[in-house]
C-alpha cells in the first residue's frame, strides 16, 4: 500500500512542508527509516535523527523549531505521537481486512452471523451462538454452543470460547486464549482423594476488552466470571472462577488471580503478581511485579509490593534492609567473637 504525504496530511488534520507528492509504503521507526518510510517524532531526544535520516515523510509537532535542513517532508500536527498511533491503527486495519467464509468451516445451521464477518479456515461455531457484525473470526477458532460475541470483536487463531460464554462489542482476543474452561473445583473425599465440582457458570467479557495470547479465563461454579469494560490483560494470566475484574483494570503478564476474587476499577498488576482468592482488591491500587497479594487491600489509589505485599514505602524500606544483612550480619559476629574473648580473660 502506497500513500502520498498530502493524503496522510488530509487524514491527520496536519499540514505539508515539503514534497506533498511523496510516496510511502512503510511504518518505521525514525533510526531505521528508509525514503519509502512513514516515522515520526514526539520525543525531543530523538531531534537529531531527522537531520541525518531521509526517511520520505515524519510526522512533527506543528510548534517544532527546526535547528537545521531536512531532507524528509514534514507533516506538522498538533501531537505528533497520538496522530501516528491513529496512523498504527488504520495502517493495522488495512493489513487486517478480510471478509467472507473460507473453506473447511463448520458453522451449525442455527448460528446468526452478523453481515460483513470472517470466519477463517477449520473454524467450528456451534448451535445457537450469535455473533455481531463486523466481526473477525480467525482460522483454528473453536465457539462452543450459545456463545454471544458482539460488534467489531476480533478473535484470533487457535482461540477457543466455551458455551455459554458472552464477549461485547470491540473485543479484541489474541491467540491461543481460552476462555471458559472449567474452574479448579475439587471436594475432598474421606479417603484423600478429589470430587469434581461441576463448573456450570459462564465467562461475561463486556466491550473494549483485549487479552493477551494464551491467556487462560476460567468459567464460574455457579454464576459469571466477569470481565468489565475497558480491561486490558497481558499474555499468560490466569484469570480463576468466579473472579470480577473492574472496569480499566490493566493486568501483566504471568498473573494469577485466585477463585472470586474482586477486583476494583482502574487496578494496575505488575508481571508475575499472585492473588489469593476470596479477597478485595481496591480501586486504583498498584502493585509491583511479582508481588504476593494475600489479604483484602481496602484503601484506594495506593501502592503495594513485595511477598506478602506491603505498602510500597514500607517494602522499598525492607529493601534497603535486606541489602544490609550480610554486613549486619558479620558485625554480630564480630561482636560476639569480642564479648567471646572478654569473658575468657
Keep these: 500500500m502506497q500513500f502520498k504525504a498530502e493524503q496522510i496530511a488530509t487524514l491527520l488534520n496536519g499540514k505539508v512542508e515539503g514534497d506533498s507528492n511523496v510516496l510511502v509504503d512503510q511504518l518505521s521507526k525514525i533510526e531505521e527509516s528508509t525514503t519509502k518510510s512513514l516515522t515520526f517524532l514526539a520525543n525531543p531526544k530523538y531531534e537529531h535523527f531527522i537531520y541525518e535520516i531521509e526517511a520520505g515523510i515524519i510526522v512533527v509537532n506543528e510548534d517544532l523549531i527546526l535547528q537545521k535542513p531536512v531532507k524528509s517532508t514534514l507533516i506538522r500536527v498538533k501531537n505528533a505521537y497520538t496522530s501516528f498511533t491513529e496512523l498504527l491503527k488504520?495502517?493495522?486495519?488495512?493489513?487486517?481486512?478480510?471478509?467472507?467464509?473460507?473453506?473447511?468451516?463448520?458453522?451449525?445451521?442455527?448460528?446468526?452471523?452478523g453481515e460483513d464477518h470472517y470466519v477463517g479456515s477449520f473454524t467450528y461455531i456451534g448451535k445457537n451462538v450469535k455473533i455481531g457484525k463486523q466481526v473477525k473470526i480467525y482460522p483454528q477458532v473453536y465457539i462452543g454452543d450459545d456463545v454471544e460475541i458482539g460488534d467489531h470483536t476480533v478473535i484470533y487463531p487457535g482461540v477457543k470460547i466455551y458455551q455459554d460464554c458472552k464477549l461485547g462489542k470491540q473485543v479484541t482476543i489474541?491467540?491461543?486464549?481460552?476462555?471458559?474452561?472449567?474452574?479448579?473445583?475439587?471436594?475432598?473425599?474421606?479417603?484423600?482423594?478429589?470430587?469434581?465440582?461441576?463448573q456450570i457458570g459462564n465467562v461475561i467479557i463486556k466491550d473494549w476488552v483485549e487479552i493477551g495470547a494464551n491467556t487462560v479465563v476460567d468459567r464460574a461454579t455457579l454464576g459469571s466470571t466477569v470481565i468489565c469494560e475497558g480491561v486490558k490483560l497481558d499474555n499468560l494470566i490466569q484469570i480463576a472462577h468466579n473472579v470480577e475484574i473492574g472496569a480499566n483494570t490493566v493486568i501483566a503478564a504471568q498473573t494469577g488471580v485466585s477463585g472470586s476474587t474482586k477486583i476494583a476499577e482502574q487496578v494496575i498488576l505488575g508481571g508475575q503478581v499472585?492473588?489469593?482468592?476470596?479477597?478485595?482488591?481496591?480501586?486504583?491500587?498498584?502493585?509491583?511485579?511479582?508481588?504476593?497479594?494475600?489479604?483484602?487491600?481496602?484503601?484506594?489509589?495506593k501502592k503495594w509490593g513485595g511477598s506478602p505485599a506491603f505498602p510500597y514505602s514500607q517494602e522499598l524500606r525492607s529493601q534497603v534492609l535486606y541489602a544490609k544483612l550480610p554486613e549486619l550480619e558479620r558485625r554480630l559476629t564480630e561482636l560476639e567473637k569480642q564479648l567471646k574473648e572478654k569473658n575468657i580473660s
Excluded at 488495512?94 to 452471523?113: A, P, Q, W
Design 90 to 113: 488504520l495502517y493495522n486495519e488495512l493489513r487486517n481486512d478480510r471478509s467472507g467464509i473460507e473453506e473447511h468451516v463448520v458453522i451449525h445451521e442455527t448460528v446468526e452471523l
Design 174 to 198: 489474541h491467540a491461543g486464549v481460552v476462555i471458559g474452561s472449567d474452574g479448579f473445583g475439587f471436594a475432598p473425599k474421606g479417603d484423600g482423594s478429589y470430587d469434581k465440582v461441576p
Design 274 to 301: 499472585g492473588v489469593v482468592g476470596h479477597i478485595n482488591i481496591a480501586k486504583g491500587t498498584q502493585v509491583q511485579a511479582q508481588s504476593g497479594i494475600n489479604r483484602s487491600i481496602k484503601e484506594e489509589d
